[in-house]
């Protein structure tokens, strides 16, 4: 048997595995070592590349990123920046209609700067908008939608945990991951707003007819009380990144050092709420590190058995050319979004996609960026869709059923395919602020 042939044979029980119900982690640890082992025909070898990958995997001094942003996400959603960043978005839109709506996009995009969590995004807004936004006339499917949709712009504008596993996976610069999410990230806002002025325009039953905009007017100062502190935090860690100031590890520490101090300024933080950010941190933290070293094994494997090269020639002989080839990924990526999380589907597919894209001469911030959009729209896709089943996980409204929030998410689904192909398109979306 070939090495070819064992690499095949070793996808397809990881893939066994995966639809069986197996961690994802687990099952590509599992079967690229029993791969390695087939491969080379030595038990030890296969052992010794597990200690090395694991050694790889978490060395680096830029793995370090991963529990500071973590850590600076989580105390930004303890400490209710959400709740303000709602608040002032909704003061600066409420006399439009359908403001109420902009206002959640504004402030899940603000909320994304400087946190970078899709499921910290959809867990806060679920709770502050959702019945607000009901409250006011909007229907339930554009109330749970809108939510959905745009939490998943935590995954794309900087700092963006996904951005940061993919760059320790391909060993590309997350400063410059950070800077090309910005354009497509800030395209993407845009896109949700114009789509939801349309659909309160021109399609009200949609989103709701006769919507309020009779909110209270927040006073000058209470929109700087509010609204300082996000912009301050937001200047403080992305503005020094871009500016050279300081690494992206160090963003994350000043970033965490100051959110601990704006919460605590403000009393919301108390030493019960920060040991449990702090469990919750290392959970994550050891679970994206479980990642990192099970792809750091699976790209072993895969060098030993040649399938990237193998498959890199089928698509030179398919002459499916660039885009070709890229459509085709997204199309793979959006499928997989219906069956595994986001983490999982970038464990499994970037790395047997990198010696493929690198010999094409791709770009691999942008191929990285179109990847994340990809992602994201699996995010809203039937059946897995963890963004919503986060949202109906935390809702408290048993009459909205699954298929409403599918539904009210799919308009932005179909915004998010538009962007997606707009980067493809036209590369410098992403990579323009990298002068490239």
Request: charged share 10%; net charge neutral; glycine share 12%.
């Amino acid at each position: 048997m070939t090495p070819f042939d064992i690499g095949l044979i070793a996808l397809a029980a990881m893939g066994l595995l995966v639809l069986l119900g197996l961690y994802v982690p687990v099952a590509l640890i599992a079967c690229s070592f029993v791969g390695v082992w087939a491969i080379k025909g030595s038990p030890l070898l296969a052992s010794k590349m597990l200690g090395l990958a694991a050694n790889d995997a978490i060395a680096s001094y830029f793995f370090g990123v991963v529990p500071l942003f973590v850590l600076m996400g989580f105390v930004v959603a303890e400490s209710g920046m959400g709740r303000d960043a709602f608040d002032v978005a909704n003061a600066m839109f409420r006399r439009l209609k359908g403001g109420l709506g902009l206002g959640t996009i504004a402030a899940n995009t603000i909320f994304a700067a400087i946190t970078g969590f899709t499921i910290a995004s959809a867990t806060v807004f679920t709770k502050i908008a959702v019945p607000e936004l009901r409250r006011h006339g909007y229907t339930a499917r554009f109330s749970v939608g809108v939510v959905a949709g745009t939490s998943v712009l935590g995954m794309l504008i900087p700092p963006s945990l996904l951005l940061i596993i993919y760059g320790l996976l391909t060993e590309q610069s997350i400063g410059d991951l950070f800077v090309a999410g910005v354009g497509p990230g800030l395209l993407l806002a845009l896109l949700f707003a114009i789509g939801t002025l349309l659909m309160a325009q021109f399609t009200p039953k949609l989103i709701g007819e006769n919507l309020s905009r009779d909110d209270v007017t927040l006073t000058r100062r209470t929109l700087l009380a509010k609204g300082l502190p996000m912009t301050g935090l937001i200047t403080i860690v992305l503005g020094g990144i871009y500016a050279g100031l300081f690494t992206p590890v160090e963003a994350g520490a000043i970033g965490t050092v100051v959110a601990l101090a704006i919460g605590f300024a403000k009393r919301r933080l108390t030493l019960g709420a920060l040991w449990r950010i702090l469990v919750e941190t290392g959970l994550v933290t050891a679970s994206v590190c479980f990642l990192i070293i099970a792809a750091q094994m699976y790209s072993r494997m895969l060098a030993f058995s040649g399938l990237p090269g193998t498959f890199g020639a089928m698509v030179t002989d398919a002459d499916l050319g660039l885009i070709g080839l890229i459509c085709l990924y997204v199309l793979v990526v959006i499928l997989f979004g219906m069956l595994l999380d986001s983490s999982s589907i970038m464990l499994i597919l970037v790395p047997l996609m990198l010696p493929i894209v690198t010999s094409m001469g791709v770009d691999l911030v942008w191929f990285g960026i179109v990847t994340v959009i990809a992602v994201e729209i699996g995010l809203l896709t039937p059946p897995f869709g963890m963004s919503v089943y986060v949202i109906k996980s935390t809702l408290q409204d048993a009459s909205i059923k699954l298929s409403d929030i599918f539904l009210g998410a799919a308009p932005f689904a179909a915004m998010m395919l538009i962007c997606l192909a707009a980067v493809i398109a036209f590369p410098p979306i992403a990579t323009g602020f990298l002068g490239r």
